[in-house]
T-cell receptor, first 112, second 111 residues
Framework: NAGVTQTPKFQVLKTGQSMTLQCAQD?????MYWYRQDPGMGLRLIYY???????DKGEVPNGYNVSRLNKREFSLRLESAAPSQTSVYFC???????????FGDGTRLSIL | DQQVKQNSPSLSVQEGRISILNCDYT??????FLWYKKYPAEGPTFLIS?????DKNEDGRFTVFLNKSAKHLSLHIVPSQPGDSAVYFC??????????FGAGTRLFVKA
């Protein structure tokens, strides 16, 4: 099924460990995004990429890095995980910047 | 500072009736608005959007209304169906890159 694929679906880390969340889309979209969703809150933008080769900070970028490897793939890296980064992470893509259309099913990340 | 607010955490509606989900925003620079539906353990699904140059957009059972002077938008679902039970997010963007989401409203449609 075409769309946005995120891996892994679940992960438990210890404080201080590093991890990369993977995202790939097969719709030839230019723009890609990483969001986190916490209980009682809407999705908050971590980083986005307007096009291949460009990345920019969103609302809550601290503690994260991203790589837009090619047009299809946009990865999110936690260099030194902290309990405050326990969340559900969603990757999204879109044709138009600022209008995320297609989301992956999320990665549930717990940091102990 | 919440720029996009969905003040009703939940809403319960009878099947066949109208569901009205509300959203308020504070930033007058927002010029594009979107609604998403989210089922548990899935990502959000885009439903409908509206540009600030319009006051209404319709797609099947879903209609979004925008009142710029009141900084208010609403999503109407008519008729409501049990499969519409989900969390609904409104979002707003400033014609650029940062889309701000509300906290969501959980809709229950009773059969």
């Amino acid at each position: 099924n075409a769309g946005v694929t995120q891996t892994p679906k679940f992960q438990v880390l210890k404080t201080g460990q590093s991890m990369t969340l993977q995202c790939a889309q097969d719709m030839n979209h230019n723009s890609m995004y990483w969001y986190r969703q916490d209980p009682g809150m809407g999705l908050r933008l971590i980083y986005y990429s307007a096009s291949e080769g460009t990345t920019d900070k969103g609302e809550v970028p601290n503690g994260y890095n991203v790589s837009r490897l090619n047009k299809r793939e946009f990865s999110l890296r936690l260099e030194s995980a902290a309990p405050s980064q326990t969340s559900v992470y969603f990757c999204a893509s879109s044709v138009e910047l600022g209008q995320p259309q297609h989301f992956g099913d999320g990665t549930r990340l717990s940091i102990l | 500072d919440q720029q996009v607010k969905q003040n009703s955490p939940s809403l319960s509606v009878q099947e066949g009736r109208i569901s009205i989900l509300n959203c308020d925003y504070t930033n007058s620079m927002f010029d594009y608005f979107l609604w998403y539906k989210k089922y548990p353990a899935e990502g959000p699904t885009f439903l409908i959007s509206i540009s600030s140059i319009k006051d209404k957009n319709e797609d099947g059972r879903f209609t979004v209304f925008l009142n710029k002077s009141a900084k208010h938008l609403s999503l109407h679902i008519v008729p409501s169906q049990p499969g519409d039970s989900a969390v609904y997010f409104c979002a707003a963007s400033t014609g650029g890159f940062k889309t701000i989401f509300g906290a969501g409203t959980r809709l229950f449609v009773k059969a």
